[in-house]
């Protein structure tokens, strides 16, 4: 058998290989296919010299994989999954339009999910999908329309509209609180740290807020620590300590009496929060719905 070949197979090739491994028989495979019971043979025997392996066996009733054949079976039927989704989804996608909107996953999960309901009712005609990622999203890669990021340094050539300034205020779940007694539990219960990496300098810690209080020793708590906001905000409901959380994210928790301001000071964070989009993106429709809509919802 000679050494395989860098270059792909054609796609009737791969096909016919498919069938014939499906149905066990050449013969049927060449039937279904609508060509002739050698040309089929053929092209198993071209695909086998390409891979540089042996596909299948010849037995007396038809066909049957090899063990290099099951494996090469199994890349296959997944890559034609891969294909027919793709044109499901063009298929959609031409019978309903849609934007994709990239986000930060708490800022997605913890503002925007909650209100996501109300795009429907505001725009009912245009899909919407949101993407969470902490990346910096490639718009010539990804079929991202827009953006919201923190801050406006990542994306200094697409067109920007400011969302909202947030802050962070102490807060903590029921459970917590009934352990302590009064501000004590500024003194003595666990604190929720967060972890943003290079990004963790424009956001208010503890140390801040403390200085902010007026405290300039605070007394050593035990802490937890997390690179995660949404993580954060669910460890502080479960009662695991207090949260510097920031206002916006935990507005729902703090509706349902699942966490509770322990402090009103607040601070603001050092960037505000931007939806970014390239100039190809107003020609999507409902884009201005949509930078009208988020625009609404940040007030």
């Known amino acids: 058998m000679p050494a395989p070949s860098p270059r792909l197979p054609k796609i009737s090739v791969i096909q016919s290989f498919k069938v014939a491994a499906e149905l066990g028989s050449l013969a049927k495979a060449a039937a279904q296919l609508a060509l002739t019971p050698a040309a089929v043979s053929q092209q198993i025997r071209q695909l086998e010299e390409q891979l540089g392996s042996t596909l299948f066996v010849r037995t007396q009733s038809g066909v049957m994989l090899t063990e290099m054949g099951k494996e090469y ?3 296959v039927t997944e890559a034609f999954d891969i294909l027919h989704l793709g044109q499901q989804n063009l298929r959609h996608a031409a019978s309903a339009p849609r934007l994709t909107l990239y986000s930060l996953p708490a800022l997605a999960s913890k503002w925007l999910l909650p209100n ?3 795009w429907r009712a505001h725009c009912p005609e245009i899909d919407l999908s949101l993407h969470g990622t902490h990346t910096q999203v ?3 890669a990804t079929p991202a329309d827009f953006v919201i990021c923190f801050g406006e340094d990542r994306y200094p050539q697409l067109d920007k509209q400011l969302l909202f300034l947030d802050e962070v205020l102490p807060v903590a779940s029921p459970a917590l609180l009934h352990r302590f007694a009064g501000m004590e539990v500024l003194q ?3 604190l929720i740290h967060l972890d943003w990496g290079n990004e963790g300098r424009f956001l208010p810690d503890w140390r801040s807020w403390f200085q902010a209080k007026g405290i300039d020793d605070a007394p050593p708590q035990p802490s937890f620590s997390f690179n995660l906001t949404s993580l954060a905000i669910d460890a502080a409901v479960a009662g695991a300590g207090l949260l510097l959380g920031q206002r916006r994210l935990i507005a729902n928790q703090l509706a349902r009496g699942e ?24 020609s999507q429709p409902g884009s201005a719905a949509l930078i009208h809509w988020l625009t609404q919802l940040a007030r």
């Not at 966490?259 to 107003?282: E, G, I, M, T």
């Open 259 to 282: 966490l509770v301001v322990v402090d009103p000071l607040s601070l603001p964070l050092s960037k505000p929060y931007f939806l970014a989009w390239p100039q190809r993106s107003l």
């Open 188 to 190: 003595h219960a666990p």
């Open 138 to 140: 490639d718009f010539n």
């Open 116 to 118: 996501i309901a109300q």
């Open 73 to 75: 079976l199994r890349y």
